[in-house]
């Protein structure tokens, strides 16, 4: 069988402020330049979302709750350009849609300069209700022209210590890699999620977002990684450069049980157990971050093993958090 592909060029938009309502077809070139010769519109299913929701077949692969295969070819909207009034984020869907989209993932939407900015904290209404109205008008103008919606849940999100998180501005954006161990900035996580997926009500659409089949996936952190990020782990703040190396020897006495294994399975050559190191007492140093730890070869493994255990501990948790919100 044949496959014809149709021509998409590359799209680069850049979303500021402006004057005047941008619909369909009353095309600003200087602000939203064409970026294909065809319209694709017509290839778009609207509203997005009415195939059902989406699921992943025993194949590996993206279906609509209708059986209907599932592709996308998306784009990506970030930070600042998110938060745009309604008739800049009018225009640049009806660009997206005309130029073959059929995803927009909105991204960075946690940063301080978005919905969680840090003024608000301990409020009621932790979201802020500007960058909340323009998130639900994209969700709404993309659904209505057979977008689909892409959102992500831990991007640039600063903790701080108002939020009772210790040493928390000192973690940085993202709270790299402390976010997927720390007990304390999972549920803060968590609150967000259920926040804006399972509390508030869209306006625009009447759904919330977990109601909505136009929101077809969800990221749960971005660029983020215990097992990726081994180099900085010496860079980790405290305390919780000591709550990695508690739960490094939590790890390990869960796996061998005494020092007399954990010797057994290391040995005490270059790298292994030192005299002075004790499962019991948990001062089995952990490389990267214990400083007097200096050759750690016999080591490395189980380091892999633990930063995976630690990963994988963290996306089970929140996946079965946000499937329990529905």
């Keep these: 069988m044949t496959r014809r592909f149709l021509p998409v060029c590359c799209l680069l938009v850049t979303l500021g402020a402006g004057t005047g309502r941008v619909g369909a077809e009353a095309w600003d070139a200087r602000r939203f330049p064409l970026s294909c010769m065809l319209d694709l519109r017509s290839r778009l299913t609207a509203p997005a979302g009415a195939r059902g929701f989406l699921f992943v077949g025993t194949d590996g692969r993206f279906y609509f709750a209708d059986g209907t295969r599932a592709r996308f070819w998306g784009i990506n909207v970030a930070k600042d350009s998110v938060f745009q009034p309604h008739e800049v984020i009018d225009g640049v ?4 849609a005309r130029s073959g989209f059929n995803l927009v993932r909105l991204h960075h939407v946690d940063d301080v300069g978005g919905l969680l900015r840090p003024e608000r904290i301990g409020l009621a209404e932790r979201l802020d209700p500007k960058a909340l109205d323009a998130l639900d008008y994209w969700v709404y103008a993309c659904k209505q022209r057979g977008l689909y919606v892409y959102l992500d849940l831990l991007d640039y999100r600063t903790f701080t210590e108002k939020e009772g998180v210790p040493n928390g501005t000192a973690l940085g954006r993202g709270a790299k890699p402390v976010a997927l161990f720390n007990e304390k900035l999972i549920s803060l996580q968590m609150e967000f999620a259920e926040e804006l997926l399972a509390r508030h009500v869209n306006p ?3 759904l919330r977002y977990r109601d909505d089949p136009a929101i077809c996936l969800l990221e749960i952190c971005d660029e983020n990684s215990v097992v990726g990020s ?4 010496g860079r980790i703040p405290s305390p919780y450069r000591e709550e990695l190396i508690r739960r490094w020897n939590f790890y390990l006495r869960r796996r061998y049980g005494t020092t007399a294994a954990l010797q057994a399975a290391w040995g005490t050559g270059a790298g292994g157990l030192r005299p002075n190191e004790k499962l019991e007492s948990g001062t ?10 200096t050759g750690y070869q016999v080591r490395e493994a189980e380091v892999r093993r633990f930063a995976a255990s630690l990963e994988r501990d963290y996306l089970t948790q929140m996946v079965t958090f946000l499937r329990n919100l529905g």
């Design 93 to 96: 869907t009806d660009l997206f």
């Design 204 to 206: 625009y659409t009447g």
């Design 230 to 233: 081994f180099s900085k782990w």
């Design 284 to 293: 089995v140093a952990l490389p990267g971050v214990s400083p007097d730890l």
